[in-house]
């Protein structure tokens, strides 16, 4: 079985300022990884993910991750956050091989201050 | 194309109602899901189908039934409504059987039970 911790559950920023959403899993098999938006009262969609290849990824609105296999960590990063990137953000993974099914982590909420 | 649909939106229900919580997609995806969101939680799988005629339990399945009698649909049934089940709840879609796929996201129904 798999699981996810999301290390902070609310990060407070100024805006233009850097960040980093932290997240560590736990897997006894290869696995997907995954970072979800979720805006107020709207759904989740995806910023991006990790299947296989280049431990970097980048994904939509500036965001990039960074796959450690060894440390377990799939950390999110935005150089310069604006104050539309307000919003919860869940990381999440799946087994490699099967099905979908998603574990997500906690959430952490990203409030962006002018 | 109007991707993941959920109704209603909102509901509240006394303790002991039923009620089932509708879901359509018109992506032709095989995989379904339903998820329940709660504070400090995250998301936690409750539901999925891998196709028409196919459903399992995912990790909190109690009082929720499922069925998928099309591609299309995939309906969630509270039993016998308790406040505990007061969430939100989130159908999500996606291509199967090879994973790494992005799930798409319904806009959810807040559900609150009295």
């Known amino acids: 079985a798999q699981s996810v911790t999301q290390l902070d559950s609310q990060v407070p920023v100024f805006e233009e300022a850097p960040v980093e959403l932290r997240c560590n899993y736990s897997?006894?098999?290869?696995?997907?990884l995954f970072w979800y938006v979720q805006y107020p009262n709207q759904g989740l969609q995806l910023l991006l993910k990790?299947?296989?290849?280049?431990?970097l990824v980048k994904g939509i609105n500036g965001f990039e991750a960074e796959f450690n296999k060894s440390q377990t960590s799939f950390h999110l990063r935005k150089p310069s956050v604006h104050i539309s990137d307000t919003a919860e953000y869940f990381c999440?993974?799946?087994?490699?091989?099967?099905?979908?099914?998603?574990?997500f982590g906690q959430g952490t909420r990203l409030t962006i201050n002018p | 194309n109007a991707g993941v649909t959920q109704t209603p939106k909102f509901q509240v229900l006394k303790t002991g109602q039923s009620m089932t919580l509708q879901c359509a997609q018109d992506?032709?995806?095989?995989?379904m899901s339903w998820y329940r969101q709660d504070p400090g939680m995250g998301l936690r799988l409750i539901h999925y189908?891998?196709?028409?005629?196919?459903?399992d339990q995912g990790e909190v399945p109690n009082g929720y039934n499922v069925s998928r009698s099309t591609t299309e649909d995939f309906p969630l049934r509270l039993l016998s409504a308790a406040p505990s089940q007061t969430s939100v709840y989130f159908c999500?879609?996606?291509?199967?059987?090879?994973?790494?796929?992005?799930?798409?996201f319904g806009p959810g129904t807040r559900l609150t039970v009295t």
């Open positions: 999500a879609s996606s291509y199967y059987p090879i994973g790494g796929y992005e799930q798409y």
């Open positions: 897997s006894s098999v290869s696995v997907y």
């Open positions: 189908s891998v196709g028409a005629g196919i459903t």
């Open positions: 990790y299947l296989s290849g280049s431990t």
């Open positions: 999440a993974v799946s087994e490699a091989q099967g099905a979908q099914k998603l574990v």
């Open positions: 992506m032709n995806h095989e995989y």
